[in-house]
């Protein structure tokens, strides 16, 4: 079966990314299809290498960072949404005119159309918010 | 008919989510088949009183106009939160059907795909 991932809420106030980050070990772990997780709304903060947790908490953006480079996934973040929460690639950051880049590793941003491909492509959309 | 189905169930201008899941659904219609629902007070998105002048934010409700000539058409609510806000659809900004709970079971049973917001 192929499923697509959702994550739309973030990491500072949420469980949503470290619950979705479990949801999809198990589905890789029980052998179907997983290729594209979607972050939107406040999701994308996932997606901010800047996030320094407590030392005793678990770090979910690298986490995700490491499965999604481990499994070859698309750790789709949503252009709107992250310029808007000040998470930018080297590109963006460049585009509009900004200092410093915080996009992490294994994440890319993309645009909101991906989100209906996305959903539009899977057996099953789980969504985490 | 299968489509996807897009559920607002926050007020709008306390937070984000409203307009961000108005662009999702506006996005999806380029795509595919798209229903939009409301639900508890998410019915407030489309209140037909709006002005956020006092707010200092840009009114995105206004956006919610655009629906139709996106081809979004299938517009839905819940009898029993417009009963339970004192609110009729002559007050929303919008032409829509509100639907009993088992029509919204179908409404959601009969989507490809679900997104809430």
């Known amino acids: ?129 | 008919m299968s489509h996807l189905l897009f559920i607002q169930q926050t007020p709008p201008h306390g937070s984000i989510v409203g307009q961000e899941g108005l662009d999702a659904c506006l996005m999806g219609s380029a795509f595919a088949d798209c229903a939009l629902l409301f639900l508890g007070d998410g019915i407030y998105q489309i209140s037909g009183s709006q002005d956020t002048q006092p707010l200092g934010v840009k009114d995105y409700s206004v956006s919610y106009g655009a629906l139709p000539d996106y081809g979004v058409s299938k517009l839905y609510c819940r009898v029993q939160d417009l009963e339970a806000r004192g609110l009729s659809l002559a007050d929303l900004s919008m032409p829509l059907e509100s639907l009993a709970d088992d029509a919204i079971a179908q409404l959601i049973e009969d989507a490809a795909q679900v997104l809430t917001f």
């Open chain 1, 1 to 129: 079966m192929i499923f697509s991932i959702a994550v739309f809420a973030g990491p500072q106030n949420s469980a949503a990314p470290l619950s979705a980050l479990r949801f999809a070990r198990a589905v890789i772990a029980a052998g179907h299809d997983l290729t594209r997780v979607f972050f939107y709304h406040d999701g994308v903060s996932t997606a901010n290498l800047l996030n320094t947790p407590p030392q005793d908490e678990p770090d979910v953006t690298q986490e995700w960072s490491e499965f999604g480079q481990q499994h070859q996934l698309e750790l789709l973040v949503c252009v709107a949404s992250a310029l808007r929460r000040g998470i930018l690639d080297q590109t963006e950051a460049t585009r509009h005119g900004k200092a410093a880049a915080n996009l992490a590793a294994g994440f890319e941003i993309a645009g909101l159309g991906q989100l209906i491909d996305v959903a539009l492509n899977a057996d099953r959309l789980v969504v985490f918010k």
